[in-house]
């Protein structure tokens, strides 16, 4: 529960993140980010429950391309949930948000594990 709670902080910091670039991704505030990180984090979790075989053929066999469409979906998904959490235009920016999501949550996490407040 504790990683869940970590991992929905740490998406909500990076939805604030990206909020600032130009992809058009808006956030009102940040509990809207909070919100709509635990959307996309109970989401993630879902895909979570298939087994990592599963999740990596489907990776490699696509070239990446279904869990890129799946971001894009829940990501399109939460801002059509979420009020407050807007995609400026429309597709392209859930194609933009989804993968500056997928880098700078990477890139916070890894931070959080040299710090040393995240396992691996």
Not at 78 to 88: H, M, P, S, Y
């Amino acid at each position: 529960m504790v990683g869940f709670l970590i991992s929905v902080v740490v998406l909500a910091i990076s939805l604030l993140i990206i909020s600032k670039l130009p992809l058009g991704v808006e956030v009102d505030n940040p509990f809207i980010a909070l919100i709509a990180g635990g959307i996309i984090g109970a989401f993630n979790g879902i895909w979570g429950l298939f087994p990592n075989w599963f999740r990596t053929f489907n990776a490699i066999i696509s070239l990446g391309l279904i869990p890129l469409i799946g971001s894009i979906i829940v990501f399109g998904l939460t801002a059509w949930l979420v009020e407050g959490f807007r995609l400026r235009w429309g597709l392209g920016s859930a194609i933009l948000g989804a993968i500056a999501l997928s880098l700078v949550n990477s890139i916070l996490f890894f931070l959080l594990r040299q710090v040393g407040l995240v396992t691996a």
